[in-house]
């Protein structure tokens, strides 16, 4: 190099230095000192501002020239198209790196055939591990940059120029296709260096200077694409689409419109030129506004020009390669049960994009549905999996048979419902349009509307950060109307949700709608607010935010049948408890298997601690982890962890027998928590709160199960509410309700020292303040038949002599019990000189209002004188069964048949919520 020359760039080098600014490192500073060895250098700031006006100009007018093409007229399509082509397009992440591009070129190249050719639609490179730049974002902060007059962009372009020149070295090698490359792309930097520069000079940056910027990565990569493919040796042709493709915008500016009869125009004029190649690689998201000014397509352009490129050429298919297997029926992010839909509709994919599902964007699909095209969302990473194809009516009843009436369900999250109301507002034309226009003028966008049919008031969803605005705009515009009473109040309800369902087979169908609203009713999910349109594409309703993921859980699991999942939480990790867990694990699989119940266990709570697991507690060693890895037991708390789970059905089961978990049953269940427990305290306990929690059950749809409160694991308060239930009539109700004191008096007869009777009861369960003796089970009994009896208005017989009552100690209590065996002596053989025997039962007599509990005598040939070992006996004297009572017999104690018990408790919860049964 001269002495001049190597002046020269030293002068040029600190020139861009200088332009970058001095808060820019060195090592920045270097970088950027890279794109003036490949790219003519653009000199920095005038230094003056007739200088800088000069060069304003002068570059507006290149960028002009740059972005002119000359008009086509409007041409009929010719034969070159037709069903032999098929589009196929790749995003962000297929193109990612020289391996990526490598893969998608060379499956591309596989596809063309003697009779059929192929459009390949690409976007800008994304970001690899081994390269985390992503183009587009990239060029964009680079124009914000520029715009904001921070020379920094120049960093920015360094960092573009390096990814598409090392990724180009890696596909291409050491080729006369890398030399083409990296000369167009030199080319590029350099037009755009003198664009970016024109920017910081004004400081702004207008919309047509933005496109033409931003398109370049879509053209970088649809050349290396292209060069790739003739490498491979395929017949292949690069088109920029900014040749073909002419929009123009929509009234909001958030979209565009195709000019189809220009665009086909010139797609003839682009194959008169370049022949009919077998492979195109065609730019996605770019293309040209009427007055030949470079454009994009906005918001999920490159899907767009995909569809677009399908319509003009006619194709048989649409391919959209990214990175997921499809459309799921819901986020799995949310719902690990999500599946991926074989098929929809053009107008399901709408609405499920509108509502935020990874679906394309409802204008990309209008050019396919135009002309019947079916497009195919696939994962280039899994090709093995089909995809989620979108397609017509007819084309997606073939797939379903018809039988599938709800595709997908997605959500709108944190959104802001207003509500405007008032008794002035009936029968008054134009409050909608006065309400929608004072919000639409304020630039805020309606989520959802829903309005009742009494006028009285109108409710919306807007966008979390927009509701303080929208009740500024309404309280001004109803001003006069507040004050004067007409419009009583704009409210702003925050922290909202949208839900939505989706699927064109509601279409007439009963149904639906209620099966959506009980599941939501189900997982204690209230509904604030309800639209649906006369389509019945969609039903959307509006939910708290903190319900979301619960609520979308519950209606996906209620229409896919797939797993009813319930958290269990057990309070009484012990007898009962522990065996309720053993039982659990044994057949969990089983119950997953055959009857699609996923039962969870999520928190296990003792007196003194408590284990919580958000992903489930594990079955085989949870009372290590109970012991090693548990917290101080707190119920509220143990309450509030399963009601904030995201599975949507939550139960306590209280395997104990204290009052400080029953205490806790009201709370849980507002909490939207079900109950199942074997613990009388509630059922036998003071009657307000007893009360309180059978009218919650009834109001709502939580569920409070307690068949294990009588008789453990016999069906006996389902046999009295089927009773009830059916208009039978309860005249009496008897049973031998302990198992302890139904063994010693199936055992002990006059044969036996009446000494050993009483020796072998009297520390048993004979005292009424016994919670297993039994008075409590006796209340409950009655409460059912609907007397509310408090449990200390039960008579009790009390088997223990009454002056022994009042005994200090057991041991005085058992030195003096032989004082009394002449009396039970005495009672024993009388009654059976008579041929009767003994029993002690509790009794309900429902005619007279009354329960008790006595020592009472029965025929031998009567039920309750054939009782074996510790077995209870329930008779039932009804309208129905008056002359031979209804008799449930069976063990009435053990750990093994309460768990059953409470364990067919949850079971028949699971069918309430859904699983079948």
């Known amino acids: 190099m001269l002495a001049s020359q190597k002046l020269a760039h030293r002068a040029g080098l600190e020139e861009r230095r200088a ?105 800008a490179m994304g970001n690899h591990p081994t390269s985390p730049i992503k183009v587009t974002d990239l060029i964009l902060n680079m124009i914000k940059k520029a715009s904001r007059q921070d020379a920094a962009f120049l960093v920015d372009l360094a960092a573009l120029q390096e990814k598409h020149v ?57 050349r290396l694409f292209a060069l790739c493919c003739k490498q491979l040796g395929a017949d292949v042709e690069f088109m920029d689409t900014r040749d073909v493709l002419v929009v123009t915008p929509t009234s909001d500016g958030a979209s565009v419109d195709l000019d189809e009869a220009v665009s086909n125009g010139r797609m003839d004029a682009w194959f008169k030129a370049k022949g009919n190649k077998k492979l195109i690689v065609a730019t996605g998201f770019i293309a040209r506004s009427r007055e030949g000014t470079a454009t994009t397509l906005k918001r999920n352009g490159s899907d767009f020009s995909a569809t677009i490129m399908g319509a003009l050429l006619r194709c048989r298919h649409i391919t959209i390669w990214t990175d997921v297997d499809g459309v799921y029926s819901a986020d799995p992010r ?88 008032g008794t002035g507002m009936v029968g008054v034309p134009g409050i909608a349009s006065r309400i929608f226009s004072s919000v639409r003028d304020a630039g805020i966008n309606v989520i959802m509307i829903s309005q009742a049919s009494s006028e009285q008031s109108i409710c919306f969803a807007v966008k979390g950060t927009d509701g303080d605005a929208a009740q500024r705009v309404l309280n001004e515009r109803f001003a006069d109307s507040i004050s004067a009473g007409r419009v009583s109040a704009v409210q702003v309800i925050p922290h909202c949700c949208v839900l939505a369902a989706v699927g064109q087979g509601m279409v007439a169908r009963k149904g639906v709608a209620a099966t959506m609203m009980s599941a939501l009713a189900k997982a204690n999910v209230n509904i604030k607010a309800i639209a649906q349109g006369s389509s019945e594409y969609n039903i959307t309703v509006l939910i708290d935010q903190v319900d979301s993921e619960r609520a979308l859980r519950a209606v996906h699991s209620r229409f896919y049948l797939s797993d009813v999942p319930i958290g269990v939480g057990i309070v009484g990790p012990g007898l009962i408890g522990g065996t309720l867990i053993a039982q659990l694990r044994e057949q969990r699989q089983q119950l997953k298997k055959e009857f699609g119940i996923d039962l969870r266990l999520l928190g296990v709570a003792s007196s003194g601690k408590m284990l919580l697991r958000e992903t489930g507690v594990d079955l085989d060693n949870w009372k290590q982890d109970l012991e090693d890895k548990s917290v101080a037991c707190d119920l509220d708390k143990f309450g509030n962890f399963l009601s904030s789970h995201y599975i949507p059905n939550r139960v306590i089961v209280d395997c104990t027998a204290s009052d400080a978990p029953a205490s806790k049953y009201m709370t849980w269940m507002q909490q939207g928590i079900h109950v199942v427990t074997p613990n009388k305290k509630l059922g036998s306990g003071p009657l307000d709160q007893y009360q309180a929690v059978r009218r919650m059950q009834r109001e709502g749809y939580i569920h409070f199960f307690y068949e294990g409160t009588v008789g453990a694991g016999l069906p006996v308060i389902g046999t009295l509410k089927h009773l009830l239930e059916t208009g039978d009539k309860i005249i009496k109700i008897e049973g031998i309700l302990s198992g302890t004191l139904s063994y010693i008096f199936n055992t ?150 309460t768990a059953a018990g409470v364990f067919s408790d949850l079971l028949r919860l699971a069918a309430y919520l859904g699983a079948p049964s």
């Open 166 to 222: 090392d990724t180009a070295k890696l596909l291409l090698g050491q080729s006369p296709e890398l030399t083409q490359f990296v000369s167009s792309l030199m080319d590029d930097i350099t037009n755009l260096k003198a664009m970016l520069q024109a920017m910081s000079i004004a400081g702004m940056s207008t919309d047509a200077f933005s496109d033409f910027v931003v398109g370049h990565g879509e053209l970088w990569s649809g």
């Open 748 to 897: 002990y007869h006059s044969s036996y020292c009446c000494c050993s009777f009483f020796r072998a009861s009297a520390l048993l369960l004979t005292s009424a303040a016994s919670s297993s003796s039994p008075p409590p089970q006796v209340a409950i009994l009655a409460r059912e038949c609907g007397l509310m009896l408090e449990l200390d208005s039960i008579p009790v017989q009390s088997l223990v002599p009454e002056p022994l009552r009042a005994v200090a100690s057991s041991a005085d209590y058992m030195a003096r019990l032989p004082e009394f065996d002449a009396d039970m002596d005495a009672k024993l053989r009388e009654a059976e000189a008579s041929g009767d025997c003994l029993r002690y039962v509790g009794v309900v007599d429902a005619q007279n209002g009354k329960g008790s509990v006595e020592l009472r005598r029965y025929p031998k040939s009567h039920p309750f004188a054939q009782l074996q070992g510790s077995d209870n006996i329930i008779s039932f004297t009804t309208a129905r069964y008056f002359k031979q009572p209804l008799i449930v017999r069976g063990p009435g104690a053990g750990a093994d048949v």
């Open 19 to 123: 332009c970058i600014g001095p808060h820019v490192s060195r090592s920045q500073q270097r970088v950027v000192g890279r794109v003036g060895k490949l790219a003519p250098h653009v000199s920095g700031a005038p230094a003056n501002a007739i200088r800088q006006t000069s060069v304003v100009r002068k570059l507006l007018r290149v960028a002009a020239a740059a972005s002119t093409v000359s008009g086509a007229a409007a041409e009929k399509p010719t034969g070159v198209r037709g069903a032999h082509w098929q589009v196929h397009k790749f995003g962000g992440t297929c193109m990612a790196s020289a391996d990526r591009i490598r893969a998608t070129a060379e499956l591309m190249a596989s596809t063309v055939g003697p009779d059929s050719s192929t459009c390949v639609v690409v976007s």
């Open 334 to 421: 949310k719902v690990p049960e999500a599946v991926c839909l074989p098929s929809m509709t053009y107008h399901e994919a709408w609405e499920l994009s509108y509502f935020g599902a990874n679906v394309l964007h409802p204008r990309t699909t209008l050019p396919a549905m135009k002309y019947h095209i079916p497009i195919t969302i696939r994962n280039f990473f899994n090709q093995s999996a089909p995809g989620t194809r979108i397609s017509d009516v007819a084309s997606d009843a073939e797939v379903y048979g018809g039988k599938n009436t709800i595709k997908g369900f997605a959500t709108i999250d944190n959104v802001t419902l207003i509500n405007v109301e």
